[in-house]
């Protein structure tokens, strides 16, 4: 259509994009291992790390063993001072239970508390503030209170 100088219409340009994105066979898995080890911890940023490797292995060509996965996740989360605790409360674990599941929830719980956390601090702040507003229980009409005694 862009040929004949009428407009593209918004199917085909989306058509066209897709396909000019769109991997060959030769690179449909993204990833592969190299990729997944080059994902590392920094600054104890724990959201950022989690989703680097989230997309790693989502993206490899092979899913790589248990033992790898905790090998590799557990080499990063001991850089981690939030982390620590974790850690150590996963070593206590019978060994049958050490698993790369158990640290990844631990992960996810920690990123899930900091937000938490980091939430109520703000909330708490924002309240804190002169002219903000403060939650207060609505006042009752005195003409339903005196419909209620009768």
Known sequence: MANRGQPMR???????ITEWFAPDARNRGLYSSEDLMAVALKKDGLDIF??????ALVGLRAA????????LFLKQLRKSKRMRTQIEAWERL??????YGWLREALIREISNARDRR???ETQAALGKKGAAVLDMPEEDEDE???EEE
């Open 64 to 71: 790589p063993s248990e033992d790898i996965k905790l090998a």
């Open 94 to 99: 019978p060994p049958s239970m050490m698993t």
């Open 10 to 16: 918004g199917r085909q340009m989306a058509k066209r």
């Open 50 to 55: 989690k989703a680097k490797w989230d997309n």
């Open 145 to 147: 209170e005196e419909a």
């Open 119 to 121: 939430h109520r601090q």
